[in-house]
């Protein structure tokens, strides 16, 4: 009598279970494509005799876990009394004909499946095999991870600082702005920012150094949220070392402003030390571009021009010493409404007082101070000019 058994072309295993002992069985193996056979694989083999293996039914498994998953693997782990020769590992994917197989030794009661593909649901078996009997198999569905977000969206991080971090993406579909979230690793405080629609990439500031952050991207539309990618970033150590005096670091004061208009502001801040250079940073809300200052290192003040109306901005100032940045100053301020026209203009088109001309600020630009009398003029002037040959239509020399 000739007994046939059909395995799944995948196949390069197969267990014949219920043959007799000692007892002389030949085996034949064909490969079948379409209706033909190939020329089939041929051997003989004689069971075991009684006396070689003691004939009882194996034990039965106990329970099976899954562990480590990722987007490609899992770890499978089962508990199992002694007794066992191997165990027997069998997986296939849903709606995938082809099973495969693994054998584990006896003295392990795990194993590594590897080499799967991502989000994709696994049916897994595992038979305890013992004098050439299986037990009753231990069965799971697993479902291995989601591969990580790249495109669309593909974020990538960059121009990370002790304090900033830039990010940017790409999508495929319309949104009507986005939102951030992130936290620090920790916290359970999240802060949220808005960007407008048509932005790809965005510098969140006023991070902490050596800092881990948790990032969410969320696309707004119609009030819906929908998630477009997380990561995690760490912020790079703080350049501010103790240079002033054993156990103190330099750092600033504090800082104010005053003189907020339409387009400009005045920065004031005080400081124990004395800096190499001062740096000013700065970003209007909802933009990527930060903006960046560098003073002379005793300057006190500063007026910021050419804002935009109705704008809040971020501004950071640090104090540099010996290449090393304190830690920053930070303050978020909006600037008023259109400009209005002064409700009483000077008669003269002429500015009665003196003019102060400080060209420390860059090589293409000066700052001018103004004092006019009062009736005309309520509080000093400032003027920023880049354009020389304009300025009150005279040359000056640089």
Same mark, same amino acid.
């Given at each position: 009598?000739?007994?046939?058994?059909?395995?799944?072309?995948?196949?390069?295993?197969?267990?014949?279970?219920?043959?007799?002992?000692?007892?002389?069985?030949? =085996?034949?193996?064909?490969?079948?494509?379409?209706?033909?056979?190939?020329?089939?694989?041929?051997?003989?083999?004689?069971?075991?005799?009684?006396? /070689?293996?003691?004939?009882?039914?194996?034990?039965?498994?106990?329970?099976?876990?899954?562990?480590?998953?990722?987007?490609? +693997?899992?770890?499978?782990? #089962?508990?199992?009394?002694?007794?066992?020769?191997? &165990?027997? %590992?069998?997986? +296939?994917?849903?709606?995938?004909? /082809?099973?495969?197989?693994?054998?584990? @030794?006896?003295?392990?009661?795990?194993?590594?499946?590897?080499?799967?593909?991502?989000?994709? *649901?696994?049916? %897994?078996?595992?038979?305890?095999?013992?004098?050439?009997?299986? +037990?009753?198999?231990?069965?799971?569905?697993? $479902?291995?991870?989601?591969?990580?977000?790249?495109?669309?969206?593909?974020?990538?991080?960059?121009?990370?600082?002790?304090?900033?971090?830039?990010?940017? #993406?790409?999508?495929?579909?319309?949104?009507?702005? &986005?939102?951030?979230?992130?936290?620090?690793?920790?916290?359970?405080? &999240?802060?949220?920012?808005? %960007?407008?629609?048509?932005?790809?990439?965005?510098?969140?500031?006023?991070?902490?150094?050596?800092?881990?952050?948790? %990032?969410?991207?969320?696309?707004?539309?119609?009030?819906?949220?929908?998630?477009?990618?997380?990561?995690?970033?760490?912020?790079?150590?703080?350049?501010?070392?103790? *240079?002033?005096?054993?156990?103190?670091?330099?750092?600033?004061?504090?800082?104010? *402003?005053?003189?907020? $208009?339409?387009?400009?502001?005045?920065? #004031?801040?005080?400081?124990? #030390?004395?800096?190499?250079?001062?740096?000013?940073?700065?970003? !209007?809300?909802?933009?990527?571009?930060?903006?960046?200052?560098?003073?002379?290192?005793?300057?006190?003040?500063?007026?910021?021009?050419?804002?935009?109306?109705?704008?809040?901005?971020? =501004?950071?100032?640090?104090?540099?010493?010996? !290449?090393?940045?304190?830690?920053?100053?930070?303050?978020? =301020?909006?600037?008023?409404?259109?400009?209005? @026209?002064?409700?009483?203009?000077? $008669?003269?088109?002429?500015? @009665?007082?003196?003019?102060?001309?400080?060209?420390?600020?860059? @090589?293409?630009?000066?700052?001018?101070?103004?004092?006019?009398?009062?009736?005309?003029?309520?509080? *000093?002037?400032?003027?920023?000019?880049?354009?020389?040959?304009?300025? &009150?239509?005279?040359?000056?020399?640089?």
């Amino acid at each position: 009598e000739t007994r046939n058994v059909t395995v799944p072309g995948g196949k390069r295993a197969y267990l014949i279970a219920g043959l007799l002992p000692s007892t002389k069985y030949t =085996i034949y193996v064909y490969g079948i494509s379409g209706s033909k056979r190939t020329q089939p694989l041929t051997t003989h083999i004689t069971t075991a005799g009684l006396e /070689s293996k003691v004939a009882k039914k194996p034990g039965e498994l106990g329970t099976l876990s899954v562990s480590h998953l990722t987007p490609q +693997s899992f770890k499978l782990s #089962w508990t199992t009394a002694k007794g066992f020769d191997s &165990f027997l %590992v069998e997986y +296939s994917a849903a709606g995938v004909g /082809s099973v495969r197989n693994l054998t584990v @030794p006896a003295a392990r009661s795990f194993s590594f499946v590897r080499g799967l593909s991502p989000a994709t *649901v696994y049916t %897994v078996h595992v038979y305890g095999l013992a004098g050439g009997q299986r +037990s009753k198999p231990l069965t799971t569905q697993v $479902t291995t991870d989601a591969p990580e977000p790249s495109s669309p969206p593909s974020p990538g991080v960059s121009d990370i600082s002790a304090d900033s971090l830039q990010f940017s #993406w790409t999508v495929e579909r319309v949104y009507q702005l &986005f939102l951030i979230q992130y936290r620090a690793h920790g916290s359970f405080s &999240f802060h949220n920012l808005t %960007v407008d629609a048509d932005k790809r990439s965005y510098s969140i500031m006023g991070l902490e150094p050596s800092t881990k952050y948790l %990032v969410y991207l969320y696309g707004v539309y119609k009030m819906h949220l929908t998630k477009l990618m997380a990561f995690v970033a760490t912020t790079t150590a703080s350049m501010v070392k103790d *240079v002033a005096m054993p156990g103190q670091a330099r750092a600033l004061g504090s800082l104010s *402003v005053s003189n907020i $208009t339409a387009d400009s502001l005045e920065l #004031w801040w005080s400081a124990r #030390w004395q800096f190499d250079s001062i740096i000013i940073q700065y970003r !209007a809300q909802g933009s990527e571009g930060v903006r960046k200052i560098r003073l002379a290192g005793d300057r006190r003040s500063y007026l910021l021009l050419g804002l935009l109306p109705s704008t809040k901005y971020t =501004i950071y100032i640090h104090g540099v010493s010996a !290449a090393r940045q304190s830690d920053p100053l930070s303050i978020v =301020i909006s600037t008023t409404g259109s400009r209005v @026209p002064p409700t009483h203009p000077p $008669t003269s088109p002429h500015l @009665p007082g003196y003019l102060r001309i400080f060209p420390q600020l860059y @090589p293409e630009t000066l700052q001018l101070f103004t004092a006019a009398s009062a009736s005309c003029y309520p509080a *000093v002037n400032k003027v920023h000019y880049t354009n020389f040959a304009d300025l &009150f239509g005279v040359k000056l020399d640089t």
